[in-house]
């Protein structure tokens, strides 16, 4: 209510004045400043009052003359350097839109400094909501802590702010990612020497990840089937880094490999080129996530066993109507509670969906998140 009231008074006093000056000019007669037939000062019969700023901006009562700001929401992404990120900031931006609302959007691509004066930039700009997907969850921390000396709320967005006291995180289930790729890989592979390829560390997602598949797969390491020999974060998440990580596990291992499980497709790409150039791709199943393009042609041409899809379209749809409540001064309903290092976050997690050869065609490409003949560029014929 306090920034509705921020945001309207200069307007409301600029009308007054309008008024006033227009009230001096006719009523010239009687000398007095736009007075009220009962003597008391300004124009308060003639000023349209604020009405309460709807979804669009647009301010109900008499046309024309209320001159109120839309809501706008802050967008801080980290990264647009990885396929999904674009899809995301694309039905963000499409789904707050269809509400009305505007949406500023910024990212750092990997920059924890850049972050947090875009962020700042984006408060001074007067955002009514931020909603951040952070590079490094313990460092935009400093930016949850700015945004509520101004009075906007955050909402952590795919991955969580650690160590803050954020106001809403909206994701998917993402230790059930990891238990998704693990039950696929132990079903095929239920003993042998297993790599694990992780996301970055500075990324809470990679630590939930990681979580899940040790879940899955603890129980095949008690019983001496399973023996994980190597495990190690990728800086950055990136294909380069995951394919370097897989070049020293093979290496350490005379090639005897008998899965992987990397925490994303692009870490999945790395380990991939990593194993073409010792001839063992399509020879040692491979896990990832995201259903990116890329993925999704591998798991067709043989050389990926499986990745994780997660509808980044209902997460978005999801994200922004809750960001618009928020903005709106509503305190919208989350069903789970998620630890975050201070306090317990209000969360919302959607349900991440397995994808292998046989179910491509009814997931992914049913819903419009790859087209058929893309997914199928590569296939070899029948
Ligand atoms: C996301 C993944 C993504 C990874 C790298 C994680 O936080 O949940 O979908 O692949 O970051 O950008």
Redesign the pocket.
């Known amino acids: 209510m306090k920034r509705i009231w921020m945001r309207v008074r200069p307007a409301l006093l600029a009308i007054v004045i309008v008024l006033a000056v227009a009230a001096c000019d006719n009523n010239g007669d009687d000398g007095r400043l736009g007075a009220d037939a009962d003597g008391s000062a300004g124009a308060s019969n003639s000023v349209v009052s604020p009405s309460p700023v709807s979804p669009g901006g647009e301010a109900g009562g008499s046309s024309g003359t209320a001159v109120e700001q839309p809501i706008k929401i802050g967008f801080s992404m980290d ?1 647009l350097l ?1 396929e ?2 674009l899809k995301d900031r694309d039905l963000f931006r499409e789904s707050v839109e269809a509400l009305g609302v505007e949406v500023e959007i910024s990212a750092s691509n990997g920059d924890d400094a850049l972050q947090i004066v875009q962020a700042e930039t984006m408060i001074s700009h007067g955002i009514d909501l931020l909603v951040i997907v952070p590079h490094n969850a313990e460092a935009t921390a400093a930016i949850v802590k700015k945004a509520h000396s101004s009075g906007v709320k955050v909402i952590a967005y ?2 969580l702010v650690k160590n803050a006291e954020i106001d809403l995180y909206v994701s998917f289930d ?1 230790e059930l990612v990891g238990e998704l790729q693990a039950n696929s890989i132990t079903k095929l592979v239920p003993k042998g020497k297993y790599v694990y390829i992780g ?1 970055a560390e500075t ?1 809470n ?2 630590h939930l990840f990681k979580e899940g598949v040790f879940n899955v797969l603890q129980p095949f390491i008690d019983s001496g089937d399973i023996t994980v020999v190597y495990d190690q974060w990728t800086k950055d ?1 990136t294909p380069a880094n995951a394919k370097a990580n897989m070049e020293e596990a093979l290496k350490a291992n005379n090639n005897q490999i008998d899965a992987v499980i990397a925490a ?1 497709d ?1 870490t999945a790409g790395g380990v991939i080129a990593a194993l073409e150039a010792q001839g063992l791709a399509g020879k040692i199943p491979v896990a990832g ?2 259903a990116d393009l890329a993925a999704a042609q591998r798991i067709v041409t043989g050389t990926q066993e499986m990745t994780v899809y ?1 509808p980044i379209h209902a997460l978005t749809l999801k994200a922004a109507e809750l960001a618009v409540m928020m903005a709106k001064g509503e305190t919208p309903h989350a069903d789970r509670k998620v630890n975050n290092g201070k306090i317990e976050v209000p969360s919302v997690l959607l349900s991440p969906i397995a994808v292998d050869r046989l179910n491509l065609d009814a997931t992914i490409i049913a819903d419009g998140f790859h087209a058929k003949e893309d997914v199928y560029r590569f296939a070899q014929p029948e």
Do not use: F, I, P
């Open positions: 990264t990885e999904r990120w795919d991955r993402n996301g990324d997602n990679a998440w994303n692009a996530q995201d997660k």
